[in-house]
């Protein structure tokens, strides 16, 4: 009879990575190894201020004191953070004045990931912020927005162009003292992006920084910092990938946002880092602190992310709702396949009066993939009427892979109202043989049914990326089938 | 004479070592219409399953001889490109799958597999809403998850909608008219009946013959532990009607 479906599903999963290329750049980079002279260095070659060389000190020696955090349900070999190189970036000959000078060797690398730079060919609507190893390489449409007021540069821009504003903001939604790998990347950040949209601005274009790890045994650490001021909106969005690589690779972000009053960001994020290949050797391990604080009244944050790269993922983009009648959301497809583990979720902290907060979490495993979906709901004594709504659905391609659920809810206040459901489920033969019978292939039956499970989320993401991320499923799913 | 749509011969089957089918030798011309009834558990469903292609049935002997070639070692989907439908007992839920894009889909796997052009969306919509028109659903349904929420009358008629858009040669009925009211197995009957053509053949898998009555079959088999133990016109669903399986045991 006819090959049979699971040896089918085997094949439709295990595929190959697309961005795994590298591309060949002379680098400046600074020895391997972690002390406080390799953050002098750093804040050094930043020209930073001193104020900031001393938070990242302090950053350092607190980093110092903590232990590895061992509650995720990740399983792992120990990282050695002193054979690590914290600092890579493309060689540079002047600085650069316009687009024109950068490397064409690097323009070229980001169109081969389908992020062309030049500002004729990009999407329209959508200004880029390229950050290349440890550092920044360019950022479009800056001139555009600037006559918004928006402000979107490198977060090395934004130190020497807006240090007020760094200095007002910077680790007041995550502090260093938060978690290991927060407390790390304040010491040992290299860029990042900083937005800032003023009152009563809706930002005209979609944002978006797009991080590429090129450099061998190198960790990237990169800070994003956004603030909404009064009645302002922007919607970002992330994109990551990296080379095949057969080492472990550490990538550890910290992400802060803001809104004031009437304020809204909307937050996307498709992950693509180097998954590993099929045997679970290589890949990146990415272990990122997102938080949104809803300062003011009425303000909102919302959260999307597509998980499908990394070896590794410990992510939890989470949002303190402080201001009265604030909203947070967060809307996740998370990916494992072959044997790429992940453990995400969010947490919304309620504070203030009539907050309101969704969770909806789709996990996907196949091949061997673990897949855990870890959330928090906390309502604070004082919070009244407050409401959430959490929705967690896994699915299993195959019989080798698993799905696991935690959700934490912490209710103080009686008024209260907090919803939540959970499904797992298995990618029926029953589904995929009437899908087979109507003529559609396994291959094309398993993204169709995948699409649909990820549906609500989505359509939560900007239009062009809701298409792409639907692609970037596909791919991560697709194969050779015989 | 007529020519062969589909012929079993001497078909044995199972599943996990479980004989379930017995031998069957069945011959279908092109425009016929064949009833299959028998009680529950006599392996009618699995003959259905069998020969549109579902795995994990062991066939231990025979083989399945559609126009001209045998179709045993070909997966369900190219079965489905060369005209075979099954419309099911039980449609599954696919939740988060529009039917339109659904059907879509399925239209233009089967057209690429013919080397034919793709339907445009919307080329595809009209269509699509002619045919929900004409089996008596609302347009709201094209924007519903396949299978998911309906009612059992609604699962039965969104199958007769997609063998009208598949366009197939060779229908396999399986239990349609079962959970039908009388107004929606007549509809049913109808959206068949203006399928039917001199080139169009059907088995229908049935307990009961109420359905009979609209469809004018041309052969009636009776099927018993897995075999064919009695085969006449449309006159035997009638006596089978009257005296019961008992008289055939």
Known sequence: MSKTTKQQIEDITSSEYQYGFTTNIKEDRIPNGLNENIVRTISTIKNEPKWLLDWRLKAYKHWLKMPEPKWSNLHYPKIDFNDLCYYSAPKKKKQLQSLDEVDPELLATYDKLGIPLNEQKMLSGVAVDAVFDSVSVVTTFKETLKKAGVIFCSFSEAVQDYPHLIKKYLGKVVPYTDNYYAALNSAVFSDGSFVYIPKGTRCPMELSTYFRINAANTGQFERTLIIADDDSYVSYLEGCTAPMRDENQLHAAVVELITLENAEIKYSTVQNWYPGDKNGKGGIYNFVTKRGLCKGYKSKISWTQIETGSALTWKYPSCILKGNNSIGEFYSVALSNNFQQADTGTKMIHIGNNTKSTIISKGISAGHGQQTYRGEVRVMKNAKNARNYSECDSILIGDNCGAHTFPYIDIKNSTAKIEHEATTSKIGEEQLFYCNQRGISTEDAITLIINGFCKSVFKELPMEFAVEAQKLMEISLEGAIG | ?249
Do not use: C
């Open chain 2, 1 to 249: 004479m007529k020519n062969n749509m589909l012929k079993i011969k001497k078909l044995s089957a199972g599943i996990e070592g479980k004989k379930i089918l017995n031998n069957i030798n069945l011959d279908i011309n092109e425009g016929e219409f064949h009833v299959i009834m028998g009680t529950n558990g006599t392996g009618k469903s699995t003959l259905g399953n069998i020969l549109s292609g579902k795995d994990n049935y062991q066939i231990s002997s025979g083989d399945i001889i559609y126009k001209g070639e045998s179709i045993i070692d070909l997966p369900p989907e190219e079965r489905a490109h060369r005209g075979i439908f099954m419309s099911f007992q039980y449609p599954i839920s696919i939740p988060g799958v529009n039917t339109m894009h659904f059907l879509r889909t399925a239209v233009n796997s089967i057209r690429k597999s013919q080397n034919k052009e793709e339907i445009e969306p919307g080329k595809f919509i009209k269509i699509f809403k002619e045919k929900l028109e004409l089996i008596g659903l609302k347009n709201e349904f094209s924007k519903r998850s396949v299978n998911d929420g309906f009612s059992g009358g609604e699962k039965k008629r969104f199958e007769i909608i997609q063998m009208l858009l598949l366009n197939p040669e060779l229908i396999i009925l399986d239990e349609t008219d079962s959970g039908l009211d009388i107004d929606a197995l007549k509809i049913v009957a109808e959206g068949i009946n203006t399928f039917r053509t001199k080139k169009n053949s059907f088995i229908l898998i049935t307990h009961y013959n109420r359905i009979l009555k609209y469809l004018n079959p041309d052969y009636v088999h009776v099927m018993l532990n897995g075999t064919i133990v009695k085969s006449g016109d449309k006159n035997l669903a009638l006596e089978l009607e009257e005296k019961g399986y008992e008289w055939i045991k």
